[in-house]
């Protein structure tokens, strides 16, 4: 199987916004949690059509945004609390799969590709997630997640990968929906391709230099550029 004319061994896939419908409840989310600490939910609007329209690029770690985008008010502890309630509303209110999105996964295993995930997630939250999903762990050869320490757009998240299943990084794509994703891939040197799955906008992307024919709509439509040998 080919991609882009290489050979296509593996696909990583990030996870919220790629395999995960984040933006089905993210808001939703975010709000909830919030409202159980008495915080104002009008900043959460304003960032999320921040990056939605392409004007900031936001923050790696979700403590990041809260501190220097959302609530800059709160301290450490605050902002730990915070995140314990929005894993409590992620749980009551879980992300579904992106439409398509295991079909897509079981295609390229079924054609002799390995598949993995990368995401900053910890690996309990990350089965919490896969679980309300209905997504079985077993479809992806390796995951890295922010238990390991290397947390995107730290390029290690990704060799990690390549590395543990001996797979060249010339026959491997990085598939993500966010600016850290394509830093971390960049720097890996593994080539990115972008969905809009995760909201951010097409010229956004091109603006950080992924080529217009590496956008798509969704995972699903790698389906529809690959090439069988």
């Keep these: 199987m080919k991609i882009f004319g290489k050979e296509l061994k593996l696909i990583i896939f990030d996870v919220d916004g790629v395999i995960l419908d984040l933006y089905a409840c993210f808001q939703d989310n975010l709000e909830w949690a919030a409202y159980a600490m008495n915080l104002p939910i009008e900043p ?38 915070f995140i314990e309630f929005l894993i409590q509303a992620d749980r009551e209110n879980p992300y579904p799969p992106i439409p398509g999105a295991l079909e897509t996964v ?76 394509l830093d971390a891939a960049y720097a890996a040197g593994i080539e990115f391709i972008a969905v809009r799955t995760g909201k951010i906008p097409d010229f956004a992307f091109i603006r950080e230099g992924v080529p217009k024919n590496h956008i798509l709509d969704s995972i699903f439509d790698l389906t529809k550029i690959v090439t069988l040998d």
């Excluded at 390549?162 to 797979?167: P, Q, R």
């Design 44 to 81: 959460i609007g304003l960032v999320l059509n921040a990056f939605s329209s392409g004007a900031h690029r936001g923050y790696p770690r979700l403590s990041e945004n809260i501190k220097q985008l959302l609530w800059p008010s709160l301290n450490e502890h605050e902002i730990k609390i």
């Design 106 to 181: 079981r295609f390229f295993r079924n054609n002799g590709v390995l598949t993995a995930l990368c995401t900053t997630n910890n690996k309990n939250e990350l089965f919490s997630k896969l679980m309300f999903a209905n997504i079985d762990s077993n479809l992806f050869d390796f995951m890295t997640t922010g238990d390991t320490g290397f947390i995107k757009p730290n390029p290690r998240a990704l060799s990690l990968i390549t590395d543990s299943l001996g797979i060249p990084k010339e026959n491997t794509i990085f598939v993500g929906d966010w600016y850290p994703d």
